[in-house]
């Protein structure tokens, strides 16, 4: 499957659910952001842009990564 991304201005995160090991840290980390409850499940407005970039680093599996806006 193909990666996903979800975007604001300021960042786009992307999410490959072939390489997710499930192991949650995200969701426990910081669920204003990654909520499976929610549709779509990652919502890059639910906090700080350092502090999703600091949780995507806490990904075990590699499955989150991230892009600057800026750095384009
Ligand atoms: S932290 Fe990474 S491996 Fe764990 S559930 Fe979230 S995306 Fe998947």
Redesign the pocket.
């Known amino acids: 499957m193909a990666k996903h991304s979800y975007k604001n201005e300021t960042i786009t995160v992307f999410?490959?659910?072939d390489?997710?090991?499930?192991?949650?840290?995200?969701?426990k980390?910081l669920p204003t952001v990654?909520d499976l409850d929610k549709k779509p499940w990652i919502n890059v407005d639910g906090a700080p842009t350092e502090r999703i970039i600091e949780?995507?680093k806490?990904?075990?599996?590699?499955?989150?990564s991230y892009k600057l806006s800026s750095e384009t």
């Open positions: 999410f490959d659910p390489v997710c090991i499930h192991a949650g840290a995200c969701v980390g990654f949780q995507i806490q990904c075990p599996s590699g499955a989150l």
